[in-house]
Structure formats: structure tokens, C-alpha cells
């Protein structure tokens, strides 16, 4: 168990730039979660993935956000024109698919600070 | 919609105190609960989890019980250590639901 893996860890970008960020779950791992979180605030819900299925967006997923999952394995994030309200900790997580209510696993998280 | 509560804070305690961090829910059903903690520079690790009531989830000396009449999940800890210091955060997942509802974390801090 290698644990989930995100990159990059920090990115800094100018307001308009379009940023992708990655993450690996952890292998056998077919369901993997985007959380996005503000400065002194808990995670907030993105999207999930089953395998390569997108099956749940949050109305906090802008038509600027897409995300992708093409293979059922690593996923991406991208956030096209970014404004300022974007600046915020990206977090993936990952779970096992059998059943309900499994624990989801986090990685460390992208930074993103749009100047 | 389904919401959790956490205590306010910072937090801060001197080594080998008692901890208690509040967390009450709101949801429909019968969530399963959890604990996570966050340390600087860091994702969200799982501490404790409880998928039903009266359960009592525990690691690393931490303990929450699952109390369905009092929608609650407190964290306790008998005596805390300088590298308990995290923010912590309470969550529930709704049976069958797939999206953690997170409650906006305590910082603690446990000074020597």
C-alpha cells in the first residue's frame, strides 16, 4: 500500500491559466474522490469516480473544472481560466469498491495560489 | 441536508490532559462516522471510523462512540502528547452515498 499519490504538491499560477493537476490512488483502489479545500474550513465534495465512471459532480464543479479518470487508474483536474476564489488545497482520496461506506484514503494534497 | 458541527477552535492543552473534541451530526439514516486528522502540510489521515450506533471507534489512544440519540461522535483522549498537535475533523458518509461531509476541524494544539 503505497498510498495515494498527488502532483504537483504546490502550483502557482497567474489568473487565466489553465492548471492540471494528478493524482495516483492507491492500486487496488477502483473508486477515487476530488475534495476541495479553503483555509480553515473542512473538505468539500467535488466529483467521484467508479473505474473510469464519473458518477457524482458537486454544483461547486464550475464549467471551468474538468475532470477525468480515462483508464480506471490515476486521475486529473483541470481548472481552466483560473480566478481568484480558485487558491485552495486540492485533495484526492481513494477507496476499495466492494460495499458501502469504505474508509476513502487521502493523499497530501496540490496547492494551488493563483497571484 | 446532511451536516456535521464541530466543537470551535483553537484548542490548546498542556501534555498528558484529558481531550474531548464535540462533533454532532446531522443526516438522514444512519451514517457511519469519522475522524480524521490533519498534520501541517499534510492530507487527511483516517484515525477512527464507526459505521453504526453505540459502536466505539479507537486508535492511537483516541476514542469516539457513535450515539444515535444524541447525534454525536465525540473524540476523546485520555492524555494527550506534544505530537497530538493536528487540526482534527469530524465526517459522516450516508449510507450508500459516496461524498464525505466534513466538518470544518479543530485545531489543537498541546504544548510541553
Known amino acids: 500500500d503505497t498510498g495515494v499519490s498527488q502532483n504537483p504538491r504546490h502550483k502557482i499560477t497567474k489568473r487565466g491559466q489553465n492548471v492540471t493537476f494528478r493524482c495516483d490512488p492507491i492500486?487496488?483502489?477502483?473508486?477515487l474522490y476530488w475534495y476541495r479545500q479553503t483555509l480553515g474550513q473542512g473538505p468539500e465534495f467535488l466529483t467521484y469516480?467508479?473505474?473510469?465512471?464519473?458518477?457524482?459532480k458537486s454544483r461547486l464543479l464550475s464549467d471551468r473544472f474538468s475532470a477525468e479518470r480515462p483508464k480506471g487508474s490515476f486521475s486529473t483536474l483541470e481548472i481552466q481560466r483560473t480566478e481568484q476564489g480558485d487558491s485552495a488545497m486540492y485533495l484526492c482520496?481513494?477507496?476499495?469498491?466492494?460495499?458501502?461506506?469504505?474508509?476513502?484514503?487521502f493523499g497530501d494534497g496540490t496547492r494551488l495560489s493563483i497571484l | 441536508g446532511d451536516s456535521v458541527t464541530q466543537m470551535e477552535g483553537p484548542v490548546t492543552l498542556s501534555e498528558e490532559a484529558f481531550l474531548t473534541i464535540n462533533c454532532t451530526y446531522t443526516?438522514?439514516?444512519?451514517?457511519?462516522l469519522f475522524w480524521y486528522v490533519q498534520y501541517p502540510g499534510e492530507g487527511l489521515q483516517l484515525l477512527l471510523k464507526?459505521?453504526?450506533?453505540?459502536d466505539k471507534g479507537s486508535n492511537k489512544g483516541f476514542e469516539a462512540t457513535y450515539r444515535k440519540e444524541t447525534t454525536s461522535f465525540h473524540l476523546e483522549k485520555g492524555s494527550v502528547q506534544v505530537s497530538d498537535s493536528a487540526v482534527y475533523f469530524c465526517?459522516?458518509?450516508?449510507?450508500?452515498?459516496?461524498?464525505?461531509?466534513f466538518g470544518q476541524g479543530t485545531r489543537l494544539t498541546i504544548n510541553p
Open positions: 482520496a481513494s477507496s476499495r469498491g466492494q460495499g458501502d461506506n469504505q474508509p476513502q484514503h
Open positions: 492500486s487496488e483502489h477502483n473508486r
Open positions: 469516480f467508479q473505474n473510469e465512471a464519473q458518477l457524482e
Open positions: 443526516a438522514t439514516g444512519y451514517p457511519s
Open positions: 464507526a459505521t453504526k450506533a453505540d
Open positions: 465526517a459522516l458518509l450516508r449510507w450508500g452515498a459516496q461524498k464525505l461531509v
